[in-house]
């Protein structure tokens, strides 16, 4: 195949930020080739320098064999579909199609003949004398599309024509694109950021990060073997696990070792391992190659989308005292007050400034008067000390309606993780049967009474704790003793399936060598 | 397409000639004071300016005609708020009409207006003052309720339908959602009413009678009748400059209260 | 629109009547003295508190008076060459800034408001004291230059922000498709921009037509524009109501013609649509 546009080492700056860091790429005859990307990734950028509404700062095009940097936009035989269409709204669509071959001083019975060739390749016929502005977005779109066609250029470019469109419209003119480039026999470049429709119309996909080609391939190329990370995360689900190779045709990775297709790699190489959701499957805990609990299950039509944790994440138990309070009834100054028993972490009097105000709402302590209205407490006293023991504190409001209740001061008890590199820390805590049964978040609450937190041993950044488990049902509570287990979540693996299933079902995971794909940790360079 | 902005050369060599000259020429005549039979003859000076300061008339002329442009502009605003607000809650059709019977005296020659009220405030006996105040507040009505008008319709709807969904009612939902969209325009026709009523002579002469002088009379009988042209530019000069500090006060105005 | 007002009657009767009484009284207030000159203009007598009977005479008499005559050529002569010159310069112009350097355009863009922001009465004086001192007498082309001067930058305040709607892509679309920079400024902007440009010459041309203090500074001797004629009347003369009703008449025919015809156009292609 005759090779038509040379991008050499093309770089180009804007505003001091570099779009486009010397990319190089090669586009044959009678390719339908994507650039795919996300936002910010130059692919537009390309495409505009290649129609010549932008100059590149370094770096030449050859078109056809000859550099075409210094030819203008409108010598150029390339012909551009534009994001929004740019139709010219005073004109009508026969005089959209025809512009380009006014320009050209076309006699009147060839342009007719050209432009109603062109209506019934887009299937417009008939909609000649129409007002561009009042079509559809599919009608400006293939009107846009004939505009660009009935010049008949070397190469067509196309800068996102389908993202106004709604689903069901962009999938019809996904097929109509692909069977127009065939008919007509011309290259199209097309750029979108959809992954799905650069897999469903595309002879070659150019994948860019950053002003940057990460991969160039066909579809089954690019989706079977993602060049790195990058790409297999922008292509199609996946699950990317941290793995060392240890020789050819055999990785490790989550404390196991597998056999898998892929060879080159350095000796115990550090490398990204990628095995796609629809590749594993659920079988009986035993027959998997790993096994896990179902953490949710999300309808998605075609499949069900499963989330299974194989590994549990660091966790930490501690106990929920419920107790019934009495309130303190102060009937001369007509006032009530209560407050909880309450723990403390001597780690946080050591290092935190625990003023009046914190004690008040971790014991919620409250006042109120006969009308129900909230009363401040402005005294309060203490002999709470650092080291761990039991202590008291009394809260009090100005009529001297008082309440004490006892201090825990207890060593901080911490889980460590390091394998995870995961710290998780709680505290157990008193609560009575009303604070329960008014919670409207339940889980959110149980974290915040029991102060509990967990956060990276490396560099104390905040984790999530995802999982909080109990054994009560909050609306009917009774006094008592109860487990609460917080956790962080563990190793989670997405998976495809057409099975039903439930969260908290317990299942086996099963691949093969073939469903393992191992790519090099730095950026694949083309 | 790139080199079109040589298109705008030849205007700007123009502004230079017939916007920014005169300006100056303004600003010249204005510190200095004719030596001699020719224009070059000249010698720089404030006199001029403490001419207008020191004399009481002047001063007092200058004081009429705040006076005036703030009443005018006052009683515009009052009146003009209601009458927009009320328009912009008409239909369209209504609106649209609104909008062209008040804009359609705009295009009619102003000094045809104004002698009309000429004919008509003769059958009465009113003061000058305020006969000159019936003119301006005709003249320049029409301009605050377009003004307002344009900023209340531009308001998203769905603004209101908001604040009525979050509780409030009609009165509230006035006074904390359309009145503080509304100040841009209220700005606008505020800014169109109060400085051309400052510097009006037409109204004044016309109306007011031989005897009511505001500064743009002043200003005509020193160019025109006392052919006194440097104090002329002067007192142009201190109006203009009271101009820009009022703009400079609305343009402040339009900072703290604005969304823009 | 008291009609439409009235159908809103069922919710709220009393503001909604007060709110169309209200419009009413300020429409009333607007029109008095468009209708006072109507009626007296068709007045028997010179009286302008009685209207004694019905009689043309104001009108023949208005024909008939030189002075008066040659003020509305004047008045229609300049506007219309000011017109035309400030809507071709603006619209150039406008363009030209359209593609100028930020800095360039702001700096253009805040001298073209002068004319606009400052006082008519400061603007005529800037405007004569530079003639003078230029040694140009006063004569019907400084008038022109005068009314040239202040109804551009009208013309580009109005093209400037239909300029900045502009798809950009619309005109690479041109070029893209072969069209000379020149020839997508010819058949593609120009097109677009179309209503503006129209609607910059229609204020343009009631600037100048409604012009006063400008002209009163810049124009030379003998030379008379409407607003000047009637400002230099000795005695009150009601000829001059003849001519205010005849632009009255002109002004609402063009305004119902320059709303009108929109519409016809708009019904007839979406009659095509089918």
Request: net charge negative; proline share 4%.
């Amino acid at each position: 195949m005759r090779k038509l546009i040379e991008f050499r080492n093309i770089v180009k700056n804007f505003d001091g930020q570099i779009v486009l860091k010397g990319v190089n790429l090669n586009i044959y005859e009678n390719e339908f080739v994507t650039l795919l990307g996300p936002s910010g990734c130059g692919k537009t950028t390309l495409l505009r320098i290649l129609g010549g509404f932008l100059e590149q700062d370094e770096g030449t095009v050859i078109f056809d064999g000859q550099c075409i940097d210094n030819v203008p936009a409108y010598k150029r035989e390339i012909n551009t579909v534009f994001q929004r269409y740019a139709l010219f709204p005073h004109l009508n669509v026969y005089e959209n199609i025809a512009f380009g071959l006014r320009i050209k001083k076309l006699g009147n019975d060839i342009i007719s003949q050209k432009v109603n060739r062109m209506l019934s390749l887009v299937n417009l016929e008939g909609y000649e004398k129409r007002n561009v502005t009042k079509l559809s977005g599919g009608q400006q779109q293939r009107v846009a599309i004939a505009r660009a066609l009935v010049n008949e250029p070397n190469v067509l470019l196309l800068d996102e024509p389908l993202g106004a469109l709604d689903l069901k419209l962009r999938k019809e003119m996904q097929r109509e694109l692909k069977r127009i480039q065939q008919e007509v026999g011309i290259t199209f470049i097309f750029v979108t950021h959809d992954q799905e429709e650069a897999l469903t119309m595309s002879d070659k996909i150019v994948v860019m990060n950053a002003g940057a080609i990460e991969q160039i391939g066909t579809p089954l190329e690019i989706y079977n073997e993602p060049a790195n990370a990058y790409v297999a995360r922008f292509i199609g689900e996946s699950n990317i696990m941290d793995g060392v190779m240890l020789a050819d045709y055999k990785v490790r990775f989550d404390d196991k070792t597998f056999e898998c297709t892929d060879f080159g790699f350095k000796s115990n190489e550090p490398v990204d391992v990628l095995i796609r959701p629809e590749d594993i499957d659920l079988v009986k805990p035993r027959e998997g190659v790993m096994r896990g609990e179902v953490k949710s299950v999300l309808f998605k039509g075609v499949h069900y989308e499963l989330m299974v944790e194989t590994k549990t994440g660091t966790s930490k138990t501690v106990k929920m005292h419920v107790v019934t309070q009495h309130d303190i009834d102060n009937r001369e100054a007509g006032e009530k007050i209560s407050a909880n028993d309450f723990y403390v972490d001597s780690d946080d009097l050591e290092n935190k400034e625990m003023t009046d105000q914190d004690f008040i709402s971790i014991a919620n302590a409250q006042a109120w008067d006969d009308e129900n209205r909230d009363l401040s407490l402005t005294h309060v006293s203490h002999n709470i000390e650092k080291t761990p023991g039991v202590y008291s504190i009394t809260f009090g409001t100005e009529k001297k309606t008082e309440v004490t209740v006892k201090v825990y001061v207890v060593h901080p008890e911490y889980v460590e993780d390091p394998r995870h590199n995961i710290g998780i820390s709680a505290l157990d805590f008193f609560i009575t049967p009303d604070e329960i049964q008014e919670s409207m978040a339940i889980s959110t609450d149980l974290k915040t009474w029991a102060s509990a937190e967990a956060w990276n041993l490396q560099d104390d950044s905040t984790v999530d704790i995802t999982d909080v488990k109990f054994d009560f049902d909050p609306s009917d509570i009774k006094e008592g003793s109860y487990d609460i287990t917080f956790s962080t979540r563990g190793r989670v693996y997405k998976v495809e399936t057409t099975d039903h299933h439930e969260a908290g079902d317990k299942v086996g995971l099963l691949f093969g060598p073939d469903d393992i794909h191992v790519m090099h940790k730095e950026e694949g360079a083309v | 397409m790139k080199s079109f902005f040589r298109m705008s050369y030849p205007y700007i060599l123009w502004i230079g000639i017939f916007i920014v000259a005169p300006m100056v020429m303004i600003l010249l005549y204005a510190v200095t004071r004719a030596t001699g039979d020719s224009t070059l003859a000249f010698q720089f000076t404030l006199d001029n300016f403490g001419k207008f300061f020191s004399d009481p008339t002047f001063m007092r002329v200058l004081l009429t005609s705040l006076r005036i442009a703030l009443m005018t502009t006052v009683f515009c605003l009052l009146i003009g708020y209601p009458a927009a607000l009320f328009i912009a809650n008409l239909p369209e059709r209504s609106q649209t009409m609104m909008v062209l019977l008040l804009t359609l005296p705009m295009w009619i020659n102003m000094l045809l207006k104004t002698y009309a009220w000429r004919g008509i405030l003769m059958n009465f006996d009113f003061s000058s003052e305020i006969r000159v105040f019936i003119g301006m507040v005709y003249d320049f009505l029409p301009y605050m309720i377009i003004q307002i008008h344009s900023a209340i319709s531009k308001m998203d709807g769905n603004l209101l339908i908001a604040a009525h969904d979050l509780g409030a009612n009609k009165w509230k939902t006035f006074m904390k959602v359309t009145l503080p969209l509304s100040v841009p325009g209220i700005i606008s026709g505020i800014t169109l009413v109060f400085l051309p009523a400052v510097s009006s002579f037409v109204i004044p002469k016309l109306l007011g009678g031989g005897d009511y002088v505001l500064i743009g009379n002043l200003i005509e009988i020193y160019f025109l009748t006392a052919g006194d042209w440097n104090f002329g530019s002067a007192i142009s000069l201190i109006m203009a400059l009271v101009i820009i500090a009022s703009m400079w006060a609305t343009k402040k105005l339009d900072r703290n209260g604005e969304e823009e | 629109m008291t009609e439409a007002s009235k159908k809103k009657n069922q919710q709220k009767p009393f503001f909604q009547r007060f709110t169309s009484w209200y419009l009413v009284l300020i429409l009333l207030f607007i029109y008095l003295p468009i209708g006072y000159v109507v009626l007296f203009s068709f007045n028997e007598s010179k009286s302008l508190s009685n209207f004694t009977g019905f009689s043309l005479r104001w009108y023949e008499n208005m024909f008939q008076d030189r002075t008066m005559l040659q003020s509305i050529w004047y008045t229609v002569i300049v506007a219309v060459i000011s017109t035309v010159i400030s809507t071709v310069v603006g619209t150039i112009t406008a363009i030209g800034l359209s593609k100028s350097k930020r800095v360039v355009r702001n700096l253009v863009l805040e001298v073209n408001n002068l004319p606009v922001m400052n006082p008519d009465i400061v603007t005529a004086i800037g405007l004569m004291l530079l003639f003078i001192s230029g040694k140009v007498q006063l004569s019907l082309t400084t008038l022109i230059l005068s009314h040239i001067s202040f109804c551009i930058p009208y013309v580009i305040l109005t093209i400037m922000p239909k300029l900045r709607q502009l798809d950009d892509n619309v005109a690479e679309a041109a070029l893209d498709l072969g069209a000379t920079p020149w020839q997508a400024l010819l058949k593609v902007i120009i097109p677009q921009i179309y209503p503006a440009i129209l609607s910059g010459a229609l204020i343009a041309f009631s600037m100048s037509f409604d012009d006063f203090v400008i002209s009163f500074f810049t124009a030379g001797v003998g030379i008379n524009n409407i607003s000047m004629y009637v400002y230099s009347m000795k005695r009150y003369n009601p000829s001059v109501n003849a001519m205010s009703t005849l632009i009255v008449v002109v002004v609402t025919l063009i305004l119902v013609a320059v709303n009108v015809i929109p519409r016809i156009k708009d019904k007839k292609t979406n009659k095509e649509d089918y």
